[in-house]
């Protein structure tokens, strides 16, 4: 095993090495290794400068997260070891390259000087961990770059380029090529330079009163501390601290925040949430010599919004795209759509129009479903019609080249059926969009009975590939997403059948954190699509044969109100705004009417949560119980990711053991008694009864 921390010599100059793959996290032993090899060098006569480096892909790319849950982080405190860097008697330059985050980048400050690969990507991060920088980052960072720089860098936890770093005086210098010997020329340039005058805690800071203004506008900004906002809103007050406190007292100041940050649940949430993508990925029990399956083409059956989403997918990680259809009209839009989105892209200067020029051209659309034979892998994105989906895979199993990959883009059917239909189960999986496929970074992966293990890590591979962060499902009614989301739904629907309105429902949920309440979203998502995906899975037996079962849906699709698209579903539309409409409210009572459904006006947003909430959370816990999910963590990032779930919360599963899961139990049996739970929608699952205990 390598050295953690080595020190070589060339010549006069002192090279001091991380080496902590993957990402040369500062843990303690680390720390403990820095701080003893500059401890040793510190008086040392025959250097003239030193370089601080990392080996590997990376510069110190941030802290060991995993210390933030002990009681309390293990000493040597990166102020130490920072202390002792500006105490050096020579000059030393931090070496940068790769993303150099958080601890990595507090390093680098307490350097004297800083250079860079031009590729390099720097920032602090902090905030989206909950935490605020802990090293010295709000208390240097101002002196370096003045406040309202620093201020929207450590708030935001936005990255930013080498280049713009150079321009904001935050690196001395930039290189390209052989970073470590140019370094060395650079570092003989500044030999005997005078170090004193480089140490940034020593650099006055006075905020103007353009500062201030800025100041007092970002926090007015901010979500409050309750929704998420508490560690932003610390972090600028701590950097605020840097033009108010003398040096030493602003890193006490911020060691305390940080401090206090790290133990709220907010710090909590977001750890959870930062380790739970990262394990999302991860199958369990693959062997480590396991070959993937090369994707180099794909192909898309089905030309509509999602097939064209996904199409774009694919052709902004640089694949060329086959889009087929049989509706010379369907693909006609597609061409449509897809220029529009790319030329738009250009004009906001996302991409360059060059960039929008090539990526549309990887895209061919045909009705000739042949020209799918020769890609790698094909996707299914045809609307919810199982007899459909079946024909279509039976047709690919006859067309696509053998070892290709067949997927379906289904958010609810059956997947193992298609797989058979195709006659080549094993290279067939679901690959589970999100709407818009080109923006939304979920895809839930579905693991059929018979998919062969290199296709589904291949697929989990290609997906980070295309930015999306894949989460594995096995095949049940709505696999991880849609399954938890229909006990939401369930009780929005009755909640409105009881007399709450749409817009205290949508309120209550997006005051608790929620991206979008229920009514908005079914609206955007279309009253047309929800309905049909009720009645396709009332007749495959999925969900309850039951007149009220999500008859507000349904009625809705009978009378023509198909959401946003047709500017009414529940509510009325006034452009893209939704304002309440007294038709949709009637209907409701009229249904309620019907259904022998007594309306009230005691309903509390509390108990919109709770009822909207708890049965989505009890149907994870099932998922779990039934293995369709690997983890808990899983079912979190697909609601972080797929359904706007706040990630201060850590999602749905996290957020159960948050507030206690006997608390989550006795609401449960407290409406079980209040309806008389005679359709089991309140019936607690096993293994939530025994964490409750």
């Known amino acids: 095993m390598s050295e953690l921390v080595t020190c070589t010599k060339d010549g006069d100059v002192s090279i ?18 820095l701080k003893a090899a500059l401890a040793q060098l510190r008086n040392a006569a025959d250097i003239k400068a030193v370089m601080l ?21 293990p000493a040597p405190d990166p102020n130490e070891i920072h202390a002792l860097l500006e105490s050096m008697q020579v000059p030393v330059v931090a070496v940068m390259h790769g993303t150099v985050l958080g601890g990595g980048l507090e390093l680098g400050l307490a350097c004297h000087y800083r250079v860079a690969l031009a590729s390099t990507e720097m ?12 090293g010295g980052g709000t208390q240097r960072l101002p002196r370096l770059v003045g406040f309202t720089k620093a201020l929207d860098m450590i708030v935001t936890g936005k990255s930013m380029s080498a280049a713009n770093a150079l321009d904001i005086g935050l690196v001395d210098a930039l290189f390209d090529g052989d970073l470590h010997a140019q370094t060395l020329e650079y570092c003989r340039s500044i030999a005997g330079s005078d170090c004193a005058s480089r140490v940034l805690g020593r650099l006055p800071v006075e905020l103007s009163a353009t500062d201030k203004l800025v100041l007092e506008e970002r926090v007015n900004k901010l979500p409050s501390t309750e929704k998420g906002g508490n560690a932003a809103r610390a972090a600028a007050k701590s950097t605020e601290k840097a033009g108010s406190l003398p040096f030493a ?65 694919f052709a902004n990680a640089g694949f060329p795209v086959v889009l087929q259809d049989l509706s010379p009209q369907t693909l006609s839009r597609a061409d449509e759509i897809i220029d529009s989105t790319y030329q738009g892209s250009a004009a906001k200067n996302r991409i360059t129009p060059e960039q929008a020029q090539h ?31 079946k024909a279509i895979f ?113 309120k209550a949920l997006e005051d608790y954190g929620m991206a979008m309440g229920p009514c908005r979203m079914i609206d955007m998502a279309g009253v047309d699509v929800a309905s049909k995906v009720v009645l396709e899975q009332k007749k495959s037996g999925n969900l309850p044969d039951d007149d009220t079962y999500r008859v507000v849906v349904q009625k809705l699709h009978e009378q023509g109100r198909f959401g946003q698209k047709t500017s009414s579903g529940y509510y009325r539309y006034e452009g893209r705004t939704p304002v309440e409409d007294s038709e949709a409210l009637t209907l409701f009572s009229d249904l309620a009417q019907q259904h022998g459904i007594t309306q009230r006006t005691d309903i509390s947003a509390q108990e919109v949560v709770e009822r909207c909430l708890y049965p989505l959370i009890a ?75």
């Open 16 to 33: 001091v090495t991380i080496n902590n793959p993957p990402i040369n996290a500062s843990s303690q032993a680390v720390r403990e290794k």
């Open 53 to 73: 480096c990392c080996a590997g892909r990376t510069f110190m790319a941030g802290a060991d997260i995993r210390e933030f849950d002990l009681p309390e982080i």
């Open 123 to 134: 920032g602090l991060p902090e905030v989206k961990l909950g935490i605020l920088p802990g």
């Open 249 to 313: 007292e602003g890193l006490k100041y911020e060691r305390q925040a940080f401090i206090d940050c790290r133990n709220t649940n907010e710090s909590k949430a977001l750890r959870h949430v930062f380790f739970a993508e990262r394990e999302a990925a991860r199958i369990p029990n693959l062997p480590r010599d396991l070959g993937l399956r090369t994707i180099q083409s794909v192909g898309i059956v089905g030309a509509g919004t999602m097939g064209t989403g996904i199409a774009m997918s």
């Open 359 to 389: 990526r549309a051209g990887l895209i061919t659309t045909t009705e000739d479903d042949m020209q799918l034979s020769s890609c790698d892998l094909i996707i299914e994105a045809v609307f919810e019609n199982f007899d459909i989906k």
């Open 394 to 506: 039976k047709r690919l199993g006859q067309i696509a080249k053998p070892g290709a990959i067949l997927a379906s883009n289904t958010s609810s059917l059956d997947v193992n059926v298609l797989a058979q239909c195709s006659g080549r189960a094993a290279d067939v999986l679901g690959m589970h969009f999100f709407s818009p496929a080109n923006i939304m970074r979920l895809l839930e992966v579905v693991r059929c009975d018979q998919t062969a293990p290199e296709v589904l890590a291949t697929i989990m591979h290609l997906a980070k590939r295309i930015g999306k962060v894949p989460v594995v499902s096995g095949v049940c009614f709505g696999f991880i997403g849609n399954r938890m989301l229909e006990g939401y739904l369930r009780e929005a629907e009755f909640l409105l059948l009881e007399g709450a309105t749409p817009g205290f429902i949508d």
């Open 619 to 693: 149907e994870g816990y099932r998922i779990l119980e039934e293995g369709i999910a690997y983890r808990s963590g899983d079912i979190d990032t697909v609601w972080l990711h797929g359904y706007g779930f706040p990630a201060y919360r850590g999602g749905p599963m996290f957020y159960a053991t948050t507030i206690g899961e006997s608390n989550v139990v006795a609401s449960m049996q407290r409406y079980a008694k209040n309806t008389g739970n005679t359709s089991g929608y309140w019936s607690v699952p096993a293994s939530l009864s025994k964490g409750a205990n």
